[in-house]
T-cell receptor, first 111, second 109 residues
Framework: NAGVTQTPKFQVLKTGQSMTLQCAQDMNHEYMSWYRQDPGMGLRLIHYSVGAGITDQGEVPNGYNVSRSTTEDFPLRLLSAAPSQTSMYFC??????????FGSGTRLTVV | SQQGEEDPQALSIQEGENATMNCSYK?????LQWYRQNSGRGLVHLILIRSNEREKHSGRLRVTLDTSKKSSSLLITASRAADTASYFC?????????FGKGTHLIIQP
């Protein structure tokens, strides 16, 4: 049981490049969400999904897109990377009952 | 905006002592959750307390919830060096979680 798998673990982008952060869960969880964490801060919600085909914006959605074509996968796309998007990114999933299971994160640097 | 505000921001205690962290939140919640984060790693879910519960235990952890004061506390008893981490409270559910900035706990050997 892998839980929540995020790839890649590290990424360096140039300003203006686009990329997709991958997130997959094998627990058949309905709820999935993406967060960013800046130094010394708590996590801030970027986008979330309550099921396949359903996504919505969180607190800081600008510059990011998501889709949820399957229950298992919830990729996060950076459309045109900016230095302000340098951060640690976490994906998480949950069922209707308990807390969230988090992935180990992707450290993104935009230069 | 942050849902929760943890207090204190940093806490250093001796191994074996108890550690208490507090969380105040702004809006109504269905449940409140506590997470632990070791340096540079993902978050680990510790405990969830529902709005109709006042106290919950899990091993050395004790969480209280006072919905009238919009506050919660996390008590770690008999602390160990491995408890050194950042601790976050979070509110939310299907629509994701809203976190506080966390309490950084250091357990001195």
């Amino acid at each position: 049981n892998a839980g929540v798998t995020q790839t890649p673990k590290f990424q360096v982008l140039k300003t203006g490049q686009s990329m997709t952060l991958q997130c997959a869960q094998d627990m058949n969880h309905e709820y999935m969400s993406w967060y960013r964490q800046d130094p010394g801060m708590g996590l801030r919600l970027i986008h979330y999904s309550v099921g396949a085909g359903i996504t919505d914006q969180g607190e800081v959605p600008n510059g990011y897109n998501v889709s949820r074509s399957t229950t298992e996968d919830f990729p996060l796309r950076l459309l045109s990377a900016a230095p302000s998007q340098t951060s640690m990114y976490f994906c998480a999933s949950s069922d209707r009952v308990g807390g969230y299971t988090f992935g180990s994160g992707t450290r993104l640097t935009v230069v | 905006s942050q849902q929760g505000e943890e207090d204190p921001q940093a806490l250093s205690i001796q191994e074996g002592e108890n550690a208490t962290m507090n969380c105040s939140y702004k809006t109504s919640i269905n449940n409140l959750q506590w997470y632990r984060q070791n340096s540079g790693r993902g978050l680990v879910h510790l405990i969830l307390i529902r709005s109709n519960e006042r106290e919950k235990h899990s091993g050395r952890l004790r969480v209280t919830l006072d919905t009238s004061k919009k506050s919660s506390s996390l008590l770690i008893t008999a602390s160990r060096a491995a408890d050194t981490a950042s601790y976050f409270c979070a509110g939310g559910g299907a629509d994701g979680l809203t976190f506080g900035k966390g309490t950084h706990l250091i357990i001195q050997p």
